[in-house]
Each structure stands twice: as C-alpha cells, then as structure tokens.
C-alpha cells in the first residue's frame, strides 16, 4: 500500500502546463499539470497513456513547459490513479536552475490565487 507523503508545499497552475514524457517504446506521452512542488510534479494524461506509466519506472526526459522556462529533468513515478487519469511523481535530479526555475513558478502562482481570493472577498 502506497502511502503519500508530502512535506513540500503544492500549487496546481492557474493555466494549462503541458508535461511531455519520453517513453522508452511508445515515445512523447503527452499531458496537462495538476500540480507542482519543488519535490515532484502531478499530470493528467489520456485513459490509454495512463496504463503505459508505471510506479517504480525513472523517466529520464520529462519536460514541463512552464510559463518563465522549460524545464527537462528526470522523475521516478511514485503512483498511478487510473480512473482519474493522473500520476504522480517525484524528481529525481534537478539542478540549481531547474529548482529555482520551479520554486519561482510556485511562489508567483501562490500569489495570484492569494490575489484573486482577497478580490472575490473585497467584492
């Protein structure tokens, strides 16, 4: 049993972010973030897509188009939820770069819901 363990803050992005993973036999599988932190990432790919991805399996090129830069690094699949579409995945080796890159991404996206919630409560 796959008990999830999140110590690190998680923001799911206001706008599509679209993720693609290179699989080693059927190539670019394509999908749209669910959300990010600076330990991993959750996507959303296609009901056939989904069974292809494993827990357990690295993916050594996987590229999320964030809106400031791309970012390409490695992830190992940590769980899978076949009836939503969705995995879940840890990161495996990013560097300095790519984590500022991500933490940057975190903390504006943060603030933009924080900014629209204090708007929807001034009206």
Do not use: W
């Amino acid at each position: 049993c796959y008990t999830q363990q999140r110590l690190a803050y998680r923001v799911a992005p206001q706008n599509n972010i679209e993720i693609i993973l290179s699989h080693p036999e059927l190539g670019a599988i394509h999908g749209e973030m669910v959300n990010l932190s600076v330990d991993g990432v959750a996507a959303k790919v296609s009901g056939h897509d989904i069974e292809s991805i494993s827990p357990g399996t690295y993916y050594q090129d996987c590229l999320m188009h964030l809106p400031e830069h791309d970012v390409l690094c490695a992830i190992e699949v940590k769980h899978r939820n076949d009836g939503a579409g969705t995995f879940g995945a840890r990161f495996c080796s990013l560097s300095k770069l790519q984590q500022h890159t991500v933490a940057q991404f975190i903390v504006k996206t943060d603030r933009a819901y924080q900014r629209n919630s204090h708007q929807e409560y001034a009206t």
